[in-house]
């Protein structure tokens, strides 16, 4: 298509927009419907996400395409898993875990040395 047939399409498409008749307004209602339904498709999809993981705030989900929302899920969870590892390593008891090992009580008293020796016999 060269340049003059665009612009007589484009001054054809303004005299009819100017005498009232509306060629495209199926068309661009149709469009506009399917905006809303992917609006609404998208917020299905957000709140599935959350719902399966309770953890990720919501304003972590962005996006307008659910290939983003997707790719944001995903960062998020990411996220929480690092948070996790982090807490866990944090609240890990520093003390290893059982008793303490039982040593030998040593004697006391002259007596007990005594016995302790014979004993050992």
């Known amino acids: 298509m060269n340049e003059d047939t665009t612009i007589e ?4 498409r303004v005299d009819t927009a100017e005498s009232g008749e509306r060629p495209l307004e199926p068309a661009i209602d149709a469009i506009d419907a399917a905006a809303e339904t992917n609006r609404d498709l998208l917020e299905r999809l957000r709140a599935a996400l959350l719902a399966a993981e309770p953890l990720i705030e919501p ?10 929302v997707e790719a944001s899920f995903a960062a998020a969870r990411d996220l929480v898993a690092r ?3 982090a807490v866990r390593k944090e609240a890990a008891p520093a003390v290893p875990a059982g008793a303490p090992g039982r040593a030998a009580a ?5 007596f007990e040395k005594i016995r ?4 050992e016999r």
């Open 83 to 85: 948070i996790r590892e």
């Open 116 to 119: 302790a020796g014979l004993g």
């Open 106 to 110: 040593s004697p006391h008293t002259t």
């Open 59 to 68: 304003w972590l989900l962005t996006g307008e395409t659910a290939e983003e």
């Open 9 to 12: 399409t484009a001054a054809a």
